[in-house]
């Protein structure tokens, strides 16, 4: 292996990349069956989702707003119930283009790095089921192994995913100019502007327009 291939990472998004599918909606639709939520709840996440789609919410408060309705639950049994969901209900949307890309990050030597704003717990599944090499997610502040309800920041969200990804990159020593970012949300141009090497999968409509007019690859792994 080279420098330059152990010195480069390739970054992956989670929802509509990796995975075909939104998984939030699938959570908050397990939410609803199970009676944790209301209708008005789920109807409300939908409109959320809407939104994050677009880039016109304010994530820090929806995500401070959904850890409020966990505060002092016990973290150990939302990571069961994220073990239990994730296996019977996730993993079956893996995007069929994704592992083939994976695999020749994988033989160049490249570190492969999950980096979503989904939950650690998801996160963790999701890495250990592409066979990633690490995962930076959000984060939900634990106190005597329950939850405050409060988030450690920087979410990982638009800028955030980039604080979070040089933070890796220095403890790393990868160099993010020869790095790899591969998503579908128009809120991560931050992080696709940062790396040398942005890819664009199945993008939404304004993604699509920017990859267009950057030159930036459009791949559909679906």
């Given at each position: 292996m ?63 707003k ?57 996160a ?32 990982c ?66």
């Amino acid at each position: 292996m080279t420098e330059a291939e152990s010195n480069t990472a390739a970054f992956f998004d989670l929802d509509g990349t990796l995975l075909s599918v939104n998984s939030t909606t699938l959570w908050i639709r397990r939410e609803l069956k199970s009676g944790r939520i209301s209708r008005f709840q789920y109807l409300q996440g939908l409109g959320f989702l809407l939104a994050y789609k677009f880039g016109i919410v304010n994530m820090d408060h929806v995500m401070q707003k959904a850890l409020g309705t966990i505060r002092g639950m016990q973290e150990d049994t939302i990571i069961e119930w994220t073990r239990d969901w994730y296996h019977k209900e996730v993993r079956h949307f893996k995007a069929p283009g994704a592992q083939p890309v994976i695999d020749t990050h994988r033989r160049l030597g490249h570190k492969l790095v999950l980096l979503t704003s989904s939950s650690p717990y998801e996160a963790e599944f999701a890495c250990r089921d592409f066979d990633l090499d690490h995962y930076l997610s959000s984060r939900y502040e634990v106190q005597n192994g329950l939850f405050t309800g409060d988030l450690v920041r920087p979410l990982c969200y638009g800028r955030g995913k980039v604080d979070l990804a040089e933070e890796y990159a220095r403890t790393e020593c990868i160099d993010l100019d020869k790095s790899f970012f591969y998503t579908d949300s128009y809120t991560d141009l931050p992080m696709l502007q940062r790396v040398g090497n942005p890819y664009v999968v199945h993008p939404d409509p304004r993604l699509k327009l920017k990859a267009k007019a950057n030159g930036w690859p459009i791949l559909d792994w679906r």
